[in-house]
Every structure is written in structure tokens, then in C-alpha cells.
């Protein structure tokens, strides 16, 4: 079993900046991908950023440019830098990770910008 804690989410305004952070721990950890989804109220989950364990990233064209995503493979941990916020970007964001034909997801974290 895989479980992943998420911190970082909070109030900020726009053109401002959070970081994100996921820490993935269990038995025989491995994966194929980690990386963040999110969820604005009344609309579906939506991707937002992953990277694989060789290291490649990808993006939704909504965030290209803003975000970066990182890993620490030592720690099991991915890092989602968001930069220039909209308030567009308020949602619920979700850890993933994609261990063979399972995807485990975080609690979710709070992210809302402001006006």
C-alpha cells in the first residue's frame, strides 16, 4: 500500500507563489509517475503536471510557463512550484502517483488565490 501526504496549499494572491510538496512512503515504493491533479469546485479533476521516474515532465497548457514540477527520489517526494497564480487556479490539487495499473491519490490540498 502507498501513502501519500501533501503540504504547501494555502491563500495567496495573484501573481504570487506556493509550493507544493507530496511525500510518497509504503513497502517495495515504486512508480511510474507521480504528479498533481486538481479540482475547482463544480468542474472535473483535471491534470496539472507529472513527471516519471526517468525524470520526464509534463504539463497542462494552462500552467506551461508557471509551474515546475521536481522530484527528490532519495525522499520519494515531488515538488509542484507555482508561480504567477491566477485566481483561476483555485482548486483542490491531488497527489498522484501511478505504481503499474494502480493510481493512489492524496487527501488534497487548499489552494486559492485571490483577486
Known amino acids: 500500500q502507498v501513502q501519500l501526504v501533501e503540504s504547501g496549499g494555502g491563500l495567496v494572491q495573484a501573481g504570487g507563489s506556493l509550493r507544493l510538496s507530496c511525500a510518497a512512503s509504503g513497502n517495495r515504493l515504486r512508480f511510474n509517475a507521480m504528479g498533481w491533479y486538481r479540482q475547482a469546485p463544480g468542474k472535473q479533476r483535471e491534470l496539472v503536471a507529472t513527471?516519471?521516474?526517468?525524470?520526464?515532465?509534463n504539463y497542462a497548457d494552462s500552467v506551461k510557463g508557471r509551474f515546475i514540477i521536481s522530484g527528490d527520489n532519495a525522499k520519494n517526494t515531488v515538488f509542484l512550484q507555482m508561480n504567477n497564480l491566477k485566481p483561476e487556479d483555485t482548486a483542490v490539487y491531488y497527489c498522484h502517483l501511478v505504481q503499474g495499473w494502480t493510481t493512489y491519490w492524496g487527501q488534497g490540498t487548499q489552494v486559492t488565490v485571490s483577486s
Open positions: 513527471i516519471t521516474g526517468g525524470a520526464s515532465t
